[in-house]
């Protein structure tokens, strides 16, 4: 088998990351790597490194919208300086009720998704610009899509139902879990010694957390939509849904059109709340955790219902899966706060969680329980591109 270049694509609400792999039997190298970020602001970045890390690209331009952001990442592309992509792989956050497999990207599958882009509001309508955008940039390339909802299609009936009337459920309303490709990462740098009980938890910018047994999602945090299941840096987690209703009906005080105030109470409850919105200082726990140590006890209020509200998921992890082996911290918080694992796992040893203090005083992948520890604790951080680089030739071999 020749050697197969592959483009990975990532674009989120301000930015458009990509890498280009090249493939070789069962080999995966990365040939390159970079982003578009500040899109729609005064600060647009755009840089390429190479796989060393040397920086080929390091520029300031005018970002003003996704059109120029996404056709600079495609001409560096196909500028001849990288192996001409023979497909491309888009990290797709969310399918639709018909879309759960991952699968090659048409004119249909984006109507599709269009179609439910209320399912996943901040996610979706990226998404599909980005996919229509490469059919055209990237003429005769197959483009797939790699969905982060896919991990989680093994999740029971009863985790997957709603307690809503049929009516709603029949529109799509449902749990379909995020951050599948994390976890999928996390299970394919584990192999071949899977736990049995896993419990992974990714703390970035989203959080959220997965029973997996025997390499199967069990049962995960996040439900409809990212912003349900833990607190994150924006997002309310689950919350009472009398709390929803009242801010609505608060919105609609000022604002009679129904969209624009579910738009509004949408704005609330996913970029004004959670640990930005407690603290009022910051979504970045690095801030956070410098607010704490000048004592702003609403930083610490927010830090302490993140940590809690983590605990509490492990515990009832823990109970769905009837026990545990081994405990996962993967996600930018979860690779680099101390703090956080500490606080996260202080109440956690009468379920035999225990980790070192020296052994967690760490950043990056390590084992950090302490040697009387039940449950094994590791660090690991992700390695998502490789598991969308790896669907991407099953794809292209089916
Ligand atoms: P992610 O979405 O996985 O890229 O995670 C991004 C988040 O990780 C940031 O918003 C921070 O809250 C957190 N983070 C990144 N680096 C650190 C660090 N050194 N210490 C604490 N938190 C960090």
Redesign the pocket.
Known sequence: MSSLPILVLNSGSSSIKFAVYEAYDGQRSKICEGAVDGIATDNGKFWIKDAAGNKLTDETPDLPNRSVAFQLVAHSVLSGKFPKPKAIGHRTVSGSPTVLENQLITPELIDNLDKYADLAPLHTPIAVYIMREALKLFPGIPNFAVLDTYFHRTISEGARRMPIPDEYVDMGVRRYGYHGISYESIIHQLQPNIPQKLIVA?????ASISAIRNGQCLDTSMGLTPSGGIIS?SRTGDIDPGVVIFILKQIAKSEPDTRKAADKLETVVSKNSGLVGMSGVS????D??EAIKQGNEHARLAVDKFTSTIARWVGSFYAELNGLDMLVFT???????IA?RTEICANLEALGIVIDPTRNNV?GQATISADDSRVTVCVIP?AEDLIIVNHVIRLLGD
């Open positions: 990714h703390l970035g910018n989203g840096a979504n970045d726990m690095r956070l955790r996600g930018g918080i979860g690779e680099n706060d956080s950043r992700p």
